[in-house]
Structure formats: structure tokens, C-alpha cells
Nanobody, 125 residues
């Protein structure tokens, strides 16, 4: 069982930065951040495995950074140069089984079993 609790969301103007945190009870081989805007599908934003390999959605490459601190049991998402289209509910997620996951699977929602409740990010123009 893995509990996930996000924090750090809020409102910011375009071009600004926000840092999201996700406190987890137990680590998993693969963890990620997802987002969903009203009326849109769930989108994988960034994923990281136990070897620190990462994968980003094309829409956030070069602006967002995912990281994980095992000593603090916390997953992070640093978001810079934010745009209005980044406005969404951001949720962290973890896989159920600690098996091997291919890089191509990092941002597939179907691979994840544990989900947090989310934190809202709003970017104004």
C-alpha cells in the first residue's frame, strides 16, 4: 500500500514558477506526475524510475524537472516558465508492482495503481 499526498499548488502569472511536492509512504520503482485540465484527458507530465531515468511530455520539456528524494520520501516537480495551458489539477502516482518498466511506459496512466488527490495549479496570462 502506498499513500501519496501532494502539496505546493497555487496561482501564478505566466512566466512564473511553482514547485510541487508529493509525500509518499513507500517508494516504488516508477513514480510520476500527471495532470488533467477541465474537459481534457489525463496527461502524463513527467516520470522517474528508481535509477533516476526520466521522461517528460513534449509540452513541458525544458521547463519542468522531476526529482525524488528517498531520504525525505518525497517526489518533486519543479515547474518554470509556466504558461496558461499548464493550468490543471496535478496528481502524483506510483506503480503497484516493482517490476521493470520500459521508458516508453513512464507516462502511461494504465501502468499506475496508486494516486494522490491532486493539487491545483492555475496560471494566468
Amino acid at each position: 500500500q502506498v499513500q501519496l499526498v501532494e502539496s505546493g499548488g497555487g496561482s501564478v502569472q505566466a512566466g512564473g514558477s511553482l514547485s510541487l511536492s508529493c509525500a509518499y509512504s513507500n517508494s516504488r520503482n516508477l513514480m510520476a506526475w500527471f495532470r488533467q485540465a477541465p474537459g481534457k484527458e489525463l496527461e502524463g507530465v513527467a516520470g522517474i524510475d528508481s535509477g533516476a531515468s526520466t521522461k517528460y511530455a513534449d509540452s513541458v520539456k525544458g521547463r519542468f524537472t522531476i526529482s525524488k528524494d528517498g531520504a525525505k520520501n518525497t517526489l518533486y516537480l519543479q515547474m518554470n516558465s509556466l504558461k496558461p495551458e499548464d493550468t490543471a489539477m496535478y496528481t502524483c502516482a506510483a506503480v503497484r508492482s516493482d517490476t521493470y518498466y520500459a521508458w516508453s511506459e513512464f507516462l502511461l496512466p494504465s501502468k499506475y495503481f496508486y494516486w494522490g488527490h491532486g493539487t491545483q495549479v492555475t496560471v494566468s496570462s
